[in-house]
C-alpha cells in the first residue's frame, strides 16, 4: 500500500509540473487570431499529413461533428485544404497549405525561443542536462496506449 501512496504523490507532482510548464507555454504563445482548440486542431493536422476528419477526431478523441467549425475557421483562413479523396469521391481528405505551416513554425518558434531562455537562464547544466534524459521518457508516456488507471477503464 506504501508503494501506491507514493506511486500517486509522484504521478500527482509530476503532473503538475508538466501542467505548470503547459500553462506557461500558452501564455508565450503568438496571437494568431485562432482558438486554443483551433491551434491544436492545426497541429494534429500537421502530425497526421493528408488526413480526414474522422481520422482527426479520433486522434483528438472527439465527435467528426466537433471538428466542423473548427475545419471551417481554418478552411477560410487559407490554412488548410479540403479535397475529395481520388480513391473514394465520398472522403474528403484535409491538409495544410503554406501558410499554416508557415503559421506553426512561427508558433512553435516562438514557444521553443521562450522554453530554451526559461531553461537557460533557471537551470543549472546539471538540471538542463537531466531534463534531456527525460524527454525522449515523457514523449514515451504520451504516446502510450494504455488507459490503466483511468477511470473509463
Known sequence: MER????????????????AVTRQMRRHRPDH?????????????????????????ARL???????????????GRDLIVRRPDETDRRRQLIELTAAGR?????????????????????????????LMLVAPVLRKLAYAESKVGTLTA
Open 4 to 19: 501506491a501512496v507514493n506511486s500517486r504523490s509522484a504521478a500527482t507532482e509530476l503532473r503538475e509540473s508538466m501542467m
Open 33 to 57: 487570431g485562432l482558438t486554443l482548440s483551433q491551434m491544436e486542431l492545426l497541429g494534429e493536422i500537421s502530425r497526421a499529413g493528408t488526413t480526414t476528419p474522422a481520422e482527426l477526431g
Open 61 to 75: 478523441q472527439v465527435r467528426v461533428q466537433s471538428l466542423t467549425d473548427g475545419i471551417n475557421e481554418l478552411l
Open 102 to 130: 508557415d503559421l506553426l513554425d512561427a508558433d512553435r518558434a516562438e514557444r521553443d525561443a521562450w522554453l530554451h531562455a526559461t531553461m537557460r537562464d533557471n537551470l543549472s547544466q546539471l538540471e538542463f542536462d537531466l
